[in-house]
């Protein structure tokens, strides 16, 4: 196996995760903001919890791997407006910017305990934002069609 072998670089996978962000604000903006904060369906968090968990995770920890920190997770912020919400959400995705460029691409080889929880090579952990990040983001999409509302095109990634 070749370890310097790539299907995207750093910058690639910082895109394609941005276009998810910028897709998940969509669904959030798509929300009234009762059900935003009220609505769930069989038990499941409101879209709201769901997102503040999404941010719980992308940017404090990129901030703890670049810093060498193991935080735990945190989940205090308590919004009561989506506006508040995609303040928070917007904020985040500069603290992504700001502290995934400064990982080298030979660390996301290195391995990482995450939270204090989770230990995987640094890639792996950033997959696992972006996928977490898809399943709720699904979560959200079933919401908005039982609420009688057309979810983004989930390939419209771009703002």
């Not at 609505?39 to 997102?51: E, H, Q």
Request: aromatic content about 14%; hydrophobic content about 40%.
């Amino acid at each position: 196996m070749n370890a310097n072998a790539k299907v995207l670089d750093s910058q690639q996978l910082l895109i394609h995760w941005q276009g998810h962000r910028n897709l998940t604000r969509r669904v959030i903006e798509a929300f009234p903001e009762k059900d935003l904060f009220g609505f769930s369906i069989g038990g499941m968090r409101p879209f709201s919890k769901l997102v503040l968990e999404m941010i719980a995770i992308g940017g404090p920890a990129l901030k703890s791997i670049v810093e060498g920190t193991i935080n735990t997770f945190d989940e205090s912020f308590n919004p009561t407006t989506k506006a508040e919400l995609l303040t928070k959400w917007d904020e985040e995705t500069e603290i992504i910017n700001e502290y995934f460029s400064q990982i080298t691409e030979e660390r996301f080889q290195e391995t990482f305990n995450l939270f204090g929880q989770y230990e995987f090579p640094i890639y792996q952990n950033i997959l696992y934002f972006v996928d977490n990040e898809i399943h709720h983001r699904g979560q959200g999409y079933v919401y908005l069609r039982a609420l009688g509302i057309e979810p983004p095109f989930f390939w419209e990634r771009e703002r």
